[in-house]
């Protein structure tokens, strides 16, 4: 019986998610080709007024631009599942071993994001839920305020400019260094543009969790536990953060699946070879086969982070697991 | 319109912002970098880093056209002719040329001792595979209907070309040292060349990581004199302002700006020599006089008295730039005072617009892309506040580049401020708009028989002087009827760091002059 439940759970939530994916399919293939231009007009601008029309059917069928769009579709569609992603004619490397380069990038800039925004968001929320409404709580909803309303485009080319200006030292004007390759210079280059990111990000999981603590703090067992003298440090970390964690969770999850997402802005002003930029140049240059693969596997990391999430409820919350 | 990818990826104000925050604290001092440091013992002229916004967007060189595309496919290939500094035609692999006495034969000489990169010779058979496949509508070449003329090619023997013509051509010399037209080995395919390019060039594909960087190595078996840098890295830094802090940390010795505020911020934070280059592009407010209003030739003069073009330059480009006329190459170069309004006068447009029957005004829409290049929606507000004085309300439309683009090529538009790439001979940069059997004439929207006729003139003579008085006929003909009204060329800024010697920026936008430079 409770494998049943237990698969047609999965089930669910399988048939939910590649629903999800194909409807993300369909429109984003939409969307490209509602953008005026095709990958003709991309390469050549206006030159291709100067085609012969003999000229503009042989580049056509060479981008498969020649194709009724259904055909064009279920190619695309039939194709993901052999594993061809698609071909960069602009990089000429296949969509697969662009991601295998880019997405890497991202993964790691989104972890350590993430990090950093948890480390800079949780103890300010539970410092400024310590006290409401007095110094120091203004003071994190002040820093709260800054982090949503700076735009990381001010913040990131600012810090860049001011690093550059008084320490000489811009690590992403040099080439850009794999985790792998030269773990140091990676990580010179990673922590700026994550610093900025986090600044933003902390701000909103800073307000979760302030709301959070605020509200398991007015419980009834938090007050029993008081008045049987649990020390308030344990009160603190044990009793009121442990049921906190539910929506700082939701909270990080949601925006671990954004930064999954790439951070376009930071990418392009960090000179971060991630998915953001991959997907921005695909656009640019009308590649429909790099834009409708990157997304959808974007789309996919979106689900899996979310599946992630809520098998991190059952870990936190022993009574999600009850159920 | 010029293709420049390298403007279009955040808004001008990203730019703006940045240099305004390295402009607030510019007082470091560049420190030394390891990339630009050979190893040692090394008999070396450097590694010189370029910092760039846009990696190429493809490896072919028959099919490059975007800016920072073409200036690597410059330095990879060779083509028969070449541009020096001044942008005459100088010889390159033909090494010289004969032209037959009805100028219906054109025999070139090629220099010996070329060889690819790969240590394959050059001979006359590549060159005849390379002209006829760029004229063959199969390939795609963007550069086939300029080698129109060209009836057929053959190959005496290893080291002579001979062109026959079907109707002199002089600009014939002049499209073939364009980069469109490069020499590519018989052997090679699309298909190769995008993955490794094989040119005559002075320099090589070391290495090449998408979205990152493209390293050029030196060339040995390049026939003219050896580049001096050992390699010349071109690293994608998408946005200008992280450029300027890569200059001043010292990681980027050169980059090609076209912001005067980016260079600005490069001079004073990154202590960078600039270099002023005046572009033969010309911005431009394209009237489409098949339109509405716009077929009567008083509402375009009208529109042209009301436009200061001083005052779109000073307040769209900080006064950076030279107002123009149409023609723009050096040796053709129109006087831009040579026009019905060679200074603003509304009392002229208003005489203008009551000759038309239009005293009480009319309104003019007007497209413009947003992003392509810095300054150009700056532009079509600084024309609209001044037509409005002139009781000509301009409706503003700003499209998406690839919009733009779109409607551009269908003529689909009543007043476009555009961007036009020009070209160092005058045929090639305007026959294809304003003659008739033109490819982008239904863009340009004017022709006329005379027009035609002073083209094919043009194209046919051999004679420098008279070529610049057809020209200049030209040019006061397009300027006479208010075909379009030509506003400004503008500046590229070369900004490099005081280590680096020997460049020598072009109006053409070329980066040729990197076999020249060093590094120290």
Known sequence: MLTRIVHSSITRRLVTALGTLFGVAVLVFIMLRAIPGDQVTAQFGIESGALTPAQRAALESYYGLDQPLLVQFFSWLG????????FSARAHLSVAELTAQSLPVTVELAVITIVLSLVLGVPLGMLSASKPNSARDGLGQVVALAGLSIPAFLLGSSVMAWVATFWGQNPNGQAFARLTDNPMLNLQQMILPAGVLAFGIAAPIMRTTRTAVLDIRAKDFIRTARAKGVPKARIQMRH??????????????????????????????????????????????KEYAVVQSTILIIAVCFVLVNLLTDMLYRVIDPRVRAL | MLIRTHKKHLPAAVAAIGALAVLAGCSGTPSSTNSSTPPPGTSSGG????????????LFPWKATQFNT????????GTLTEYDQDLNVVPGIAETWDVSDDRLSLTFHLRSGVKFADGSDCDSADVKSSLDKIRDEATAAVARSQLSSIESVEAPDAATIVLALTSPDAGLLSSLASINTAILSSDDTEEVLNETPNGTGPFQLKERKPSQSLTLARNDNYWG?????DTVEFRIIPDETSIVTAMQSGNVQMSVFDDPLVAQSAATSANATIQEQTQLAYHVLQLNATKGDL??????LAIQCAIDRQQVLDSAALGEGQVTGPVTSPAFRSDPAARPCPERDLDKAAEYLGKAGKADGLTLKVMVSSGEYATSVNEAQSIQAQLAEAKITVELEVLESGAYVDRWLAADFDAAVALNGGRPDPDQAYSRYFTSTGN????????????????????????????????????NILEDNAVWVWLFTSFTYTATTSNVQGYIPMANDSMQYLRTTSIN
């Open chain 1, 79 to 86: 194709n993901l599942f052999t594993g061809n992603l698609g």
């Open chain 1, 240 to 285: 009121i953060l442990t049921n906190a964690l539910v929506p700082i969770t939701t909270m990080t999850g949601l925006q671990f699946g954004y930064l999954l997402g790439g951070a376009i802005v930071i990418e392009q002003i960090f000179s971060l070879p991630g998915i953001g930029r991959q997907v921005l140049v695909g656009i640019e240059q």
């Open chain 2, 47 to 58: 590694n010189l880093v370029i910092g760039v916004t846009s990696d190429v967007d493809t």
């Open chain 2, 70 to 77: 073409v200036n690597v496919m410059q330095v990879l290939y």
């Open chain 2, 225 to 229: 004199d050896k580049a001096k840098l």
């Open chain 2, 295 to 300: 077929t009567d030739i008083n509402v375009r």
């Open chain 2, 440 to 475: 982008l004439n239904a863009v340009a929207g004017y022709s006329s028989p005379e027009l035609d006729d002073l083209f094919a003139k043009g194209k046919s003579s051999d004679n420098d002087a008279e070529r610049k008085q057809i020209y200049n006929q030209i040019s």
